[in-house]
């Protein structure tokens, strides 16, 4: 007679690594899509308004996708009938990304602008459910560990579609930009067809939620004074919204003020997915060891240096040192940020609480971005200080510099403010400090296989 508990493990085991390929196709259509957005907007003559348009609309409308799902799937209590059909929406609307514009020129940025709203509000249609199905599916005490495995295998497959597209577009400029651009989207839209179909087949748990498991965006609100995970909210949605202030613009920068070749900006690119590929393993390790909220802590601290970076030199190995920190950091902070919310949540409450997470997230990504349009357009190219004037590279490096003092601010204020979840192993802040400066996010996972030769694997992760 089968064992039920053994095929429920198995079920869970095959749909787990159907999730780790829909990811590894998904990380390819952002790699050959998502992350050429803006050179395609400036491609098409779109100003910095524009471009900061196209950063922020799509993610406000994509909320608005996303509160309208978690009602569905109180309907409906079917999450895969939500994800497919949004999934299905979003492949498809990498034809009129490139062929609005395409076939109407004249309007081009305005149409990309449309378009790109259509792709992100399918995109986040699915969210909710997909992250309350996938929360059903790892078990707490393994997430950080698979969540590490799955977005290194995603930053793989996306350094390998961000190369590619680069080297693509970087070809067939001198002969036909246009058909560069056709290639990339067409690849796009057929890597979310293979994601697509993995999700189609992945094992659906039964959804159950008790009356009392659902509660409005103002219960929400409401009770955040006294709720660890809004805190947690409030401070995620506002780093989102320092980091749109100059995020949008670091493609405006390379490509138009330092005059980056697509070589060039591709391998600045793919520069920050290497390191994130490089110490996903040891902030999966450490996120499920020392608890998320203290690695949040230690990145938290640490992201408002990457944008200043940016000011001190516009040598091209300078930047690739700059995307290679920012990589590194920001593994580290998404991780456990992610991971934060499985902990924080029970399963009845994890679709609400994400589309509600998403709404703050999004909200902050629209301030951010649009403030960022706003100022690019007013702030001076130079700075007069005591008789001083500093002729600035480029006037977007206030925006820089206003980035990084805004997500100072909010660590300072907020991370204080919420805590750790779950029961973990305690290490002083510092140490973990000492042990990035020391760059073992990037050599642990490097040297490992060489020092367990010797050591017969017994280390001490925490020395």
Same mark, same amino acid.
């Not at 400029?173 to 992945?202: D, H, M």
């Not at 001190?312 to 580290?332: K, R, T, V």
């Given at each position: 007679m ?5 095929d ?9 690594r ?5 990811? +590894?196709?998904a ?6 899509g998502?992350s ?7 491609? /098409?003559?779109?100003? !910095? ?8 609309? *799509? ?13 569905? /799937?109180?309907?409906?209590?079917h999450?895969?009938s ?30 990309l602008?449309?378009?790109?709203c259509?792709? !992100? ?9 997909? !992250?309350?199905?996938i ?6 005490q %393994? ?14 497959f ?21 058909t560069?651009?056709g #290639? ?12 697509l ?7 659906e748990?039964?959804? %159950?939620?008790h009356?009392?498991?659902k ?18 909210v ?5 780093? !989102? ?5 100059s ?13 980056? =070749? ?7 690119s ?5 390191t ?9 390790r #450490? +996120?499920?060891?020392?608890?998320n909220?203290?690695?949040?802590t ?6 408002p ?6 000011l ?6 300078? #930047?690739?040192? +700059?995307?290679?920190?920012?990589g590194?950091i ?18 009845? %409450?994890?679709?609400r609480?994400?589309a ?6 999004n909200?902050?990504i ?7 349009a ?18 600035l590279?480029s006037y ?14 909010? =660590? ?15 290490i002083?802040?510092? %140490?973990?400090?000492?042990?990035i ?6 050599l642990? *996972? ?11 694997g ?5 020395d």
């Amino acid at each position: 007679m089968p064992d039920n508990n053994t095929d429920s493990t198995n079920t869970k085991q095959k749909s787990l690594r159907y999730s780790i390929i829909d990811g +590894c196709a998904a990380s390819l259509m952002t790699g050959f899509g998502d992350s050429y957005i803006s050179a395609y907007a400036i491609f /098409l003559n779109a100003s !910095n308004a524009v471009i900061g348009l196209i950063s922020s609309v *799509p993610q406000l409308l994509g909320t608005a996708a996303q509160l309208i799902s978690v009602r569905a /799937l109180d309907r409906t209590g079917h999450r895969k009938s939500l994800i497919l059909p949004s999934v299905l929406t979003q492949m498809l609307a990498w034809l009129p990304i490139f062929f609005l514009p395409f076939v109407w020129k004249g309007a081009g940025p305005a149409l990309l602008l449309a378009a790109f709203c259509l792709y !992100n509000a399918s995109g986040n249609f699915s969210a909710p459910a997909w !992250n309350s199905l996938i929360g059903d599916l790892v078990e707490p005490q %393994k997430r950080g560990d698979f969540f590490a495995k799955r977005n290194r295998y995603i930053a793989i497959f996306s350094f390998g579609s961000i190369l590619m597209a680069g080297l693509i577009l970087h070809l067939l400029k001198p002969i036909n930009e246009w058909t560069g651009f056709g #290639i990339i989207f067409g690849a796009a839209f057929l890597s979310r067809g293979i994601s697509l179909y993995f999700l189609s087949i992945t094992h659906e748990p039964a959804y %159950k939620v008790h009356p009392t498991d659902k509660f409005t965006l103002w219960d929400f609100i409401r009770r955040s004074p006294k709720s660890n995970f809004a805190r947690f909210v409030f401070y995620v949605a506002l780093m !989102n919204t320092a980091v749109m202030v100059s995020g949008p613009f670091f493609a405006v920068y390379m490509l138009k003020d330092l005059q980056f =070749s697509y070589a060039q900006f591709t391998i600045s690119s793919v520069t920050a997915v290497l390191t994130q590929i490089l110490s996903m393993p040891y902030w999966g390790r #450490i +996120c499920d060891r020392f608890g998320n909220k203290k690695i949040m802590t230690v990145t938290g601290w640490l992201v408002p240096i990457v944008p200043v970076l940016w000011l001190f030199s516009p040598n091209f190995y300078y #930047i690739l040192l +700059c995307q290679g920190i920012g990589g590194l950091i920001w593994a580290g902070f998404n991780l456990a940020a992610g991971n934060f919310i499985f902990d924080a949540v029970s399963p009845p %409450k994890r679709a609400r609480c994400v589309a509600y997470y998403s709404l703050f997230n999004n909200i902050g990504i629209f301030i951010g971005a649009t403030i960022g349009a706003w100022l690019s357009m007013r702030l001076p190219g130079k700075i007069e200080l005591f008789g001083l004037t500093i002729v600035l590279i480029s006037y977007l490096h206030n925006l820089f510099l206003i980035s990084g003092l805004m997500r100072l601010a909010f =660590s300072v204020i907020f991370l204080p403010r919420f805590k750790e979840v779950r029961e973990v192993e305690h290490i002083h802040t510092w %140490k973990l400090f000492y042990q990035i400066a020391q760059g073992r996010p990037i050599l642990e *996972p490097i040297l490992e296989p060489i020092l367990e030769i010797f050591t017969g694997g017994d280390k001490d992760e925490t020395d």
